[in-house]
């Protein structure tokens, strides 16, 4: 991931439907994707549709889709024998993205799927929640401290 960058992780909405609104999965506990993707509804061809809102790219490993650019906006699907494993969302944060993340919302709305933030919380489907997130991160911040950002820019 690039300093410019901000990763969420994408679950199916079943991970979190016996949790409490503020729940937060546990870095220490292992989190692994890799079990709340186990329910058979969800396979590969389930991703087809995000190559209207990422052109599809080229992955360094066969076991994963890459959808847009590792560099800049980025979905990716790790699979083991077409068995969906992981499945994440780069979100390039030195241009304007609310398109993209607007398209990407209502992607998860319509596949029942939820998205977490780096401390695992979940994060309400709305573009102010999700870019109140991006932009009040360390690395949002790291980054305009760097001059990444034209002079003026809040960060």
């Known amino acids: 991931m690039a300093l410019w960058q901000y990763d969420f992780y994408v679950l199916p909405r079943a991970a979190f439907s016996d949790k409490p609104?503020?729940?937060?999965?546990?870095?220490?506990?292992?989190?692994?994707?890799?079990?709340?993707?186990s329910n058979p509804s969800y396979t590969?061809?389930?991703?087809?549709?995000?190559?209207?809102?990422?052109?599809?790219?080229?992955?360094?490993?066969?076991?994963?889709?890459?959808y847009g650019d590792q560099e800049s906006n980025s979905f990716e699907v790790l699979f083991n024998e077409e068995v969906i494993e992981d499945v994440s969302l780069r979100i390039d944060f030195r241009a304007d993205y609310s398109n993209i993340l607007?398209?990407?919302?209502?992607?998860?709305?319509?596949?029942?799927?939820?998205?977490?933030?780096?401390?695992?919380?979940?994060?309400?489907?709305?573009?102010?929640?999700?870019?109140?997130?991006?932009?009040?991160?360390?690395?949002y911040r790291n980054y305009g401290i760097l001059g990444g950002f034209p002079p003026g820019t809040k960060f």
Not at 49 to 63: E, F, T
Not at 118 to 132: A, D, G, K, V, Y
Request: hydrophobic fraction near 40%; include cysteine.
């Open 21 to 37: 609104a503020d729940f937060r999965f546990d870095w220490a506990e292992g989190f692994d994707t890799a079990s709340y993707w």
């Open 44 to 66: 590969r061809s389930c991703f087809a549709d995000v190559a209207r809102i990422l052109r599809p790219g080229k992955s360094w490993s066969k076991n994963t889709d890459l």
């Open 102 to 139: 607007e398209a990407f919302i209502e992607f998860f709305f319509t596949n029942g799927m939820v998205i977490t933030d780096c401390e695992l919380m979940q994060i309400p489907l709305n573009l102010t929640s999700i870019r109140h997130i991006i932009e009040s991160s360390s690395r």
